[in-house]
């Protein structure tokens, strides 16, 4: 069959011929229709990600939509190592395949689920947020805070903070739900002042996709917002910006901020199968948005280094 595929360490994939999957007890072969291009499954292709498992040569990709033998069409993750989404056909356990409502086509579903888990995961299995909450997303510009910003006042959040670097983009959110756009500049001392004045106010959630200085400012900021400032849960998500903060040790010890990542590993496989399905499931009801931009398996090589940050790339047979 024709795949995408790893062959090499370092190396981009290469689309090529791969033994095609025979399942076995417990697997599930699904012809795959489409399959959406992450930093989750870069990462992973690069043996880079903390979950990164494979040995080479084995197909890249780690979720997408296609249909069962018997036709059934279904939202897939997590195949079955060497395979991967990235292909004509693969295998996965048959308890992380999940039936799709007919309202929601194959690039949406593939497109949003990675980054509509992201925030659905950490606002209810991490956070457990209470409807009428604050929710402040940190890195709302790109597709995984863009959809943060609706699933948070879809799941009943009051009021929605979203920060970012592109101005003009940071103003689209408010179309989305986000009631107070703050910009990240560079200038450190600004930056918490901003956050402060915010957390001051009452701050219940932060959804954190960029690590880095803006994080250490808005927990800085969480702590010297006082003492009787309601406790915020502030959920690790992504490292955009950088994978470590210094962090003064007198933040957690002077406040009632509760530090937690959300993924992989901190959430059951079974919870984030239960997360997604309920996010493909409200996709539609809830009006979501998310630009996709359809490519041909074939090209993964050329679309794997040019990712368009104002649309998620979907790989189609072809």
Known sequence: MKAAMIVEAGKLPIYGDFSAPVPTAGDTRITVTAAALSHVAKARAAGTHYSSTAGLPFVVGV????????????????????????????????????????????????????????????????????????????GATGTSGRLAVQIAKHLGAKTVIATGRNAEALQSLAALGADIRIPLVQDGDALENAFKEHFSAGVDVVLDYLWGQSAERLLIAAAKAGRDATPMRFVQIGSISASTITLPSAVLRSSGVELMGSGIGSIPLNRIVQ????????????????????????????????????????FVPG
């Not at 007919?102 to 947020?129: C, F, N, T």
């Not at 493909?280 to 359809?294: C, N, R, S, Y």
């Not at 090589?301 to 990712?307: D, G, H, I």
């Open 63 to 138: 979720d997408g939509v296609g249909r069962l033998d018997d036709g059934r069409r279904v939202y897939f993750m997590l195949p079955t190592a060497p395979f991967g989404s990235m292909a004509e056909q693969t295998i996965v356990r048959s308890a992380q395949c999940i039936a799709l409502p007919d309202e929601i086509s194959d690039l949406v579903a593939a497109a949003i689920a990675v980054p509509g888990m992201s925030s659905w995961a950490a606002l209810q299995e991490r956070a457990k947020l209470l409807a009428g909450e604050t929710v402040l997303v940190n």
């Open 275 to 314: 997360v997604i399905e309920e996010l493909l499931h409200a996709t539609v009801p809830g009006g979501f948005q998310i630009a996709t931009k359809a490519v041909p398996l074939a090209d993964v090589a050329q679309a794997w280094s040019m990712e368009d940050a104002q649309a998620r790339t979907v």
